[in-house]
């Protein structure tokens, strides 16, 4: 097993730790000083372990999280966080979610975040996937309802395909469970190689808009 599959130390809040550790080791902005958004907090590990992993870098955290925490953290839904604040004051949002952070990545879109985004996205066993990925992927409300399973089967892809008609050229990731879970990274209009020593996955977006599925 590669190094930086194993997570790093005991404790792992987070499943895969050790993989999204070395995703934001690997793709850190190229900067002495880095102000991150962790909008899915918990008990803020990942970025703990990143600050002692590089205690050459300077890195603020500002943690939101649903849940009350020992850790000082803004409280609430994320969504109405990453609609109101200044995301400009942002190089890094981390998207550490349970499942599918599609409208959080939809609003940093359609506010123009023009830093980089960590992301976890998982397809839950109940086969639930934002519907909003599946229209933008083209499929119509009807053969979501009628056929859920089929329109699901290839979840990377249809991020893939979703992160490429918003702009994105290419995303790294790590892929597990026949890409049920993936942890990825982006950031639109830049092909930054990774700076860390582990560069994981990596894939080119498709640059053509999947066909309105309806009208096939
Ligand atoms: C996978 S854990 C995050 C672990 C964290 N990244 C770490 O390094 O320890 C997900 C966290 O997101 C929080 N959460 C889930 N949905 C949320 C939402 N819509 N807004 C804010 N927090 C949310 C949960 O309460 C949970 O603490």
């Known amino acids: 097993m590669p190094s930086f599959f194993k997570a790093p130390i005991s404790k792992q809040f987070s499943s895969h730790f050790g993989p999204k550790v070395s995703l934001r080791l690997a793709y850190l902005p190229?900067?002495?000083?880095?102000?991150?958004?962790?909008?899915?907090?918990?008990?803020?590990?990942?970025?703990?372990?990143?600050k002692k992993r590089r205690p050459d870098l300077d890195i603020a955290v500002v943690g939101i999280d649903a849940k009350p925490l020992r850790q000082p953290c803004l409280k609430g839904n994320n969504i109405k966080y990453l609609r109101t604040l200044d995301l400009a004051a942002f190089d890094v949002i981390d998207l550490d979610a349970y499942g599918c952070p599609f409208a959080q990545m939809q609003i940093l879109f359609e506010r123009g975040f023009p830093g980089r985004v960590f992301a976890t996205y998982i397809k839950l066993e109940a086969g639930a996937l934002s519907h909003g990925l599946l229209i933008a992927n083209g499929y119509s409300h009807a053969m979501i309802k009628t056929c859920p399973t089929l329109v699901m089967q290839n979840p990377l892809g249809l991020l893939k395909n979703y992160l490429a008609l918003n702009g994105v050229a290419r995303i790294a990731y790590f892929s597990f469970d026949g890409a049920r879970k993936t942890y990825l990274t982006y950031q639109k209009g830049t092909t930054q190689k990774p700076t860390g020593p582990q560069p994981p996955q990596t894939v080119f977006c498709p640059k053509t808009a999947p066909k309105r599925k309806s009208q096939q």
């Open 30 to 50: 190229d900067k002495p000083a880095i102000t991150v958004l962790d909008a899915y907090h918990g008990p803020g590990e990942i970025w703990d372990e990143i």
